[in-house]
Nanobody
Framework: QVQLVESGGGLVQTGGSLRLSCAAS????????MGWFRQAPGKEREFVAA?????????YYADSVKGRFTISRDNAKNTMYLQMNSLKPEDTAIYYC?????????????????WGQGTQVTVSS
């Protein structure tokens, strides 16, 4: 059974940094795409970033985080990361890790097969 477990969320001041982790288990992810989404109170879940587990191609970012966030993965540890710098109050949300079978990067949540339980990120002004 596939499990995705996020960690690393917390409270940080504006301009600060956090690194989120997503530990993946339960299958081989070599032909999967891994993504990060977030959901703020009262808003729909939105795409943040995606990367191919095999490392092919460039990562894909939402415009709102481009240049501030970096997605990466460590295949040996079966773990994906989201390094978040220059955080803003509008980045406050629950951040979810997701996995999608197949090679194409996607920003559409309906394309993702597996989801983690989420980790809270709060950015204070």
């Amino acid at each position: 059974q596939v499990q995705l477990v996020e960690s690393g969320g917390g409270l940080v001041q504006t301009g600060g940094s956090l690194r989120l982790s997503c530990a993946a288990s339960g299958r081989t992810f070599s032909n999967y795409v891994m993504g990060w989404f977030r959901q703020a109170p009262g808003k729909e879940r939105e795409f943040v970033a995606a990367v191919s587990w095999s490392g092919g191609g460039s990562p894909y970012y939402a415009d709102s985080v481009k240049g501030r966030f970096t997605i990466s993965r460590d295949n040996a540890k079966n773990t994906m990361y989201l390094q978040m710098n220059s955080l803003k109050p509008e980045d406050t949300a629950i951040y979810y890790c997701a996995a999608k079978s197949g090679w194409g990067l996607s920003s559409l949540r309906q394309h993702y097969d597996y989801w983690g339980q989420g980790t809270q990120v709060t950015v204070s002004s």
